[in-house]
């Protein structure tokens, strides 16, 4: 636990900063008593808070400063820090698990205990903000650990064991920010500084139930002003947390109501009926008059009847729906005739069972001043300067890019917290994808994701780090934001790649040619990006038109085309496997060939000459034939070598990036078909060939 500047004087000055009035104490610790050196109350002079909220700031201030002037002067000390505690009135719990498990078997530390729970605290807050329909910002402001637990077995306490595996159940407690800053503005305005925030049902706790109490299960009700703080205990711990925003002020508004009084006269009437079984008072009328307690009690009853039976309601509620065993009740709300009675009442368990703790549970309490009242008043505050001794829970100033930052330090603060606390959009944090590519292909839509930004990096005083990196005071943080990538791009080359080439006959000769894609329905180079919204199409034909192109023929007056021996035009469709002939004119297809009979070409009709056979006749009718095409393979690479009739090693040089006029080592290896060739060695189709430099001896 970090000293204060009063506790390295020894004190430690608590602030219970109520609905109605600011409470000081100022102590310390003599080995297990806590010795109260002065206590100061002072009430607010107007409503300057609601239900536990600061609704004027500066006023609340106002009252702070006049506490503590009066307690330095009685204790002879300047007060700069001080412990405060947060009212309820929108509290939000979280009940978490959280493990830690070990390679070997290890010896569990405090460092070990303090791991786990920061872990559990963590686990609550990433559940907290997952549930927080509006992202509102929210500190934790208090847990409790209801179990640990040992290798899977419940244990009351790590410490010492050996253990694989240590967990934890804990309950975790939140308040929205404007809450909590509203505290800390007052406190700060008063020329204090925070060094410990809690809860005030938790701090109650510490002194209205011992810890040896926590083992049954018991109800604690902090009936302040505004609202009705309330927590569970059982086997040992605390196990809940809730709130009612209905306390004493609720009383006071029908007081005032009946009377005809403004809020403050009407709180002394409610008072008087304390001690004295008429009170006077003076309407806004101006008119003075009487009033008995039993009066007061009578147009209370209704109203405390109500108020009860929300309190009992809300215990069952947080008790999983079962009553509990006892009822402990501090605040100065909870002391009006009647409250315990009809709180036993309606929880329906013995009236001797709901009780105001007050004297009877400060036997560890020693008070220098023996005027003070020891009654339910000052458990509140009182258990304030307890829960210091327990927790580490203040606030720290750091930078983020340059913005100054007051962050609550509940022992595990990070870097992820002060992003949060400026509203930082989780986009800075994460790197995001770019956007999808959409188009259609081969009409079914086709989305090509964007590729990853780059993610954020983070500076903890200049060194590099991570999001959740632990932040002390005066910490220096620099966040380059994440980035959004690229969005998502695709060639048509790249599309198409790994489609199936087509296999057609041309002139008896096997080729190999590319498919074509359209894009919008116009014929698109490989190299063409796809855009949003693009039709993209994978020809599985060509025209003949487009193999006549690939192939590099070119065809004269006196020719014409047949496709599987039918004649073509230049729109004709060729798919694999297709048979393409370029015959001359006259010329007869294959298929007009008789098997049996011979045939007569039109030169021969004049003087009536018999063909040998057909088969002589198919020969000739190739004769104009003067070029083929063949594919082979050039170190891994295909190569179409075309427009010649036959071709010899030395060719490839013409379609390859290799300089003969520049050696590169003591000569050229040549292989074909993993053998040594020769450079006017015959080609054919299919063959593989290898062309590089020899390595020069070393």
């Not at 109501?257 to 008429?278: H, Q, R, S």
């Amino acid at each position: 636990m970090a000293a204060s500047e009063n506790t390295k004087e020894g004190l430690v000055f608590g602030l219970d900063i109520g609905t109605r009035a600011v409470v000081g104490v100022v102590g310390y610790r003599d080995k297990d008593k806590f010795i109260v050196k002065a206590i100061e109350s002072i009430e607010h002079d107007t409503r300057s808070m609601l239900d536990g909220q600061i609704h004027d700031i500066e006023r609340v201030a106002g009252t702070i400063v006049a506490v503590k002037e009066k307690l330095e002067k009685k204790c002879k000390i300047t007060l700069k820090d001080v412990c405060i505690a947060a009212a309820g009135r929108v509290l939000k719990t979280e009940n978490v698990h959280a493990e830690i498990v070990y390679n070997d078997e290890t010896m569990i530390l405090d460092e070990h205990i303090f791991d786990l729970q920061s872990k559990g605290v963590e686990e609550a807050y990433k559940k907290f903000q997952t549930e927080n329909e509006f992202g509102e910002k929210y500190y934790c402001v208090g847990k409790s650990v209801i179990k640990y637990y040992m290798n899977d077995i419940f244990m009351m306490n790590l410490l010492n064991h050996k253990a694989r595996k240590i967990s934890v159940d804990m309950i975790c407690t939140f308040l929205p920010y404007d809450v909590v800053e509203g505290l800390n503005t007052a406190v700060e305005m008063a020329g204090l500084s925070v060094c410990n925030l809690t809860l005030e049902p938790i701090a109650a706790i510490e002194v209205a139930i011992p810890e040896k109490f926590r083992m049954l299960n018991i109800a604690l009700v902090d009936v302040g002003a505004g609202t009705s703080d309330i927590c569970i205990t059982k086997d040992g711990s605390v196990t809940a947390y809730g709130m009612i925003p209905v306390a004493g002020d609720s009383l006071t508004e029908i007081i005032a109501n009946y009377c005809l009084v403004e809020f403050n006269e009407a709180e002394k009437i409610k008072k008087g009926i304390e001690d004295e079984e008429e009170v006077e008072y003076e309407d806004i009328l101006g008119i003075k008059s009487t009033i008995t307690r039993k009066e007061v009690l009578d147009i209370l009853d209704d109203h405390i009847k109500e108020m009860t039976r929300m309190v009992s309601d809300e215990i069952t509620r947080l008790n999983g729906g079962n009553k509990v065993g006892a009822i402990f009740v501090v605040g100065g709300g909870g002391r009006i005739e009647g409250y315990t009675k009809y709180l036993a009442e309606i929880h329906d368990i013995q009236v001797n069972r709901v009780a105001l703790r007050g004297e009877e549970v400060m036997g560890k309490i020693e008070f220098k001043d023996n005027s003070v009242s020891k009654d339910s008043l000052i458990v509140t505050p009182l258990g304030i300067c307890l829960h210091f001794y327990e927790e580490n829970n203040s606030f720290i100033n750091v930078s983020l890019n340059d913005d100054r930052l007051k962050l609550y330090d509940n022992g595990n603060v990070t870097v992820v917290d002060a992003v949060m606390q400026i509203g930082l959009d989780n986009n800075a944090l994460f790197p995001r994808r770019g956007d999808s590519l959409e188009f259609t292909l081969n009409g079914e839509e086709k989305s090509i994701k964007g590729e990853l930004g780059e993610p954020c990096i983070v500076y903890l005083n200049s060194e590099l780090t991570n999001l959740h990196a632990v932040l002390h005071a005066n910490d220096y943080i620099k966040l380059v934001p994440s980035t959004k990538g690229a969005k998502g791009s695709i060639t048509l080359g790249k599309l198409n790649k790994g489609n199936k080439k087509l296999n057609i006959t041309v002139n008896n000769m096997n080729v190999t040619l590319p498919n074509l894609c359209t894009v919008n329905g116009e014929i698109a180079v490989d190299s063409y990006k796809i855009q949003d919204g693009d039709d993209v199409e994978v020809l599985d034909y060509l025209t003949v038109s487009q193999v006549l192109e690939l192939v590099d023929i070119t065809l004269n007056e006196n020719q014409y085309v047949t496709v599987n021996n039918s004649p073509a035009d230049a729109d004709t469709k060729v798919y694999s496997r297709f048979n393409v002939d370029i015959l001359e004119k006259g010329e007869v297809t294959y298929a007009d060939l008789p098997e049996d009979e011979n045939i007569k070409t039109e030169d021969e009709k004049g003087n009536e000459k018999e063909s040998s056979d057909k088969e002589e006749k198919k020969e000739k009718s190739l004769e104009s034939i003067l070029t083929k095409t063949i594919n082979v393979t050039v170190n891994s690479e295909n190569i179409v070598l075309d427009n010649k009739e036959s071709y010899v090693f030395v060719d490839v040089f013409d379609h390859i990036d290799f300089d003969l006029s520049k050696p590169q080592g003591q000569g050229i290896v040549t292989l074909l078909n993993g053998r040594s060739a020769d450079f006017l060695e015959e080609l054919k189709d299919g063959d593989i060939v290898e062309i590089y430099w020899k390595e020069k001896d070393k």
